[in-house]
T-cell receptor
Framework: DSGVTQTPKHLITATGQRVTLRCSPRSGDLSVYWYQQSLDQGLQFLIH???????AKGNILERFSAQQFPDLHSELNLSSLELGDSALYFC?????????????FGPGTRLTVT | AQRVTQPEKLLSVFKGAPVELKCNYSYSGSPELFWYVQYSRQRLQLLLR??SRESIKGFTADLNKGETSFHLKKPFAQEEDSAMYYC???????????FGQGTRLTINP
């Protein structure tokens, strides 16, 4: 167990809907990263927050947004969902700001858009 | 842009045989290099990082700056090595890891 928790584990929703995925980092970790894992795209970095501030963006669609709250948990909001958004969404946390710190991954949220 | 290539999506070897998972990256300089592993029904976790020069679970990875490669090797594969492996080079000072597409390693008995 990495200490990173994600809820929900599974989510099934319809196209056009909006969902929120939640991530609680390891105690003391200030960085939270979000990734999307799909069969054809592999593991894609979406966004990185450090101590409440957005620090880096990857291949994140405009329909997606995220935030990190004062208690350091993070939420990933996905709106106007499309079939292609079906994937496993991981968050990871680390102690530091820079990428060389080991990232501890959560179990993921499996999103199915029908 | 940073790019990392793991040319083999699937790799299958017999137990006891040597295994090599290939990883090539596209940028110059001295990156930090990581291998992450995801065993069945488990979460993604760090396997090893180049800077520590450790051998984890019998795996080693050598940085070849000339070829810009960071291949993962193990001399004698074991069945419990079956997993998904991701290479992730990190440009020094960068804040995000760029993961390769991953290689699914299957060790046959």
């Amino acid at each position: 167990d990495s200490g990173v928790t994600q809820t929900p584990k599974h989510l099934i929703t319809a196209t056009g809907q909006r969902v929120t995925l939640r991530c609680s980092p390891r105690s003391g970790d200030l960085s939270v990263y979000w990734y999307q894992q799909s069969l054809d795209q592999g593991l894609q970095f979406l966004i990185h927050y450090y101590n409440g501030e957005e620090r880096a963006k990857g291949n994140i669609l405009e329909r997606f947004s995220a935030q990190q709250f004062p208690d350091l948990h993070s939420e990933l909001n996905l709106s106007s969902l499309e079939l292609g958004d079906s994937a496993l969404y991981f968050c990871a946390s680390s102690t530091g700001l820079a990428g060389q710190y080991e990232q501890y991954f959560g179990p993921g949220t499996r999103l199915t858009v029908t | 842009a940073q790019r990392v290539t793991q040319p083999e999506k699937l790799l299958s070897v017999f137990k006891g045989a040597p295994v090599e998972l290939k990883c090539n990256y596209s940028y110059s300089g001295s990156p930090e290099l990581f291998w992450y592993v995801q065993y069945s029904r488990q979460r993604l976790q760090l396997l090893l990082r180049h800077i520590s020069r450790e051998s984890i679970k019998g795996f080693t990875a050598d940085l070849n700056k000339g070829e810009t490669s960071f291949h993962l090797k193990k001399p004698f594969a074991q069945e419990e090595d079956s997993a998904m492996y991701y290479c992730a080079p990190l440009k020094r000072g960068a804040q995000k890891l760029v993961f390769g597409q991953g290689t699914r390693l299957t060790i046959n008995p």
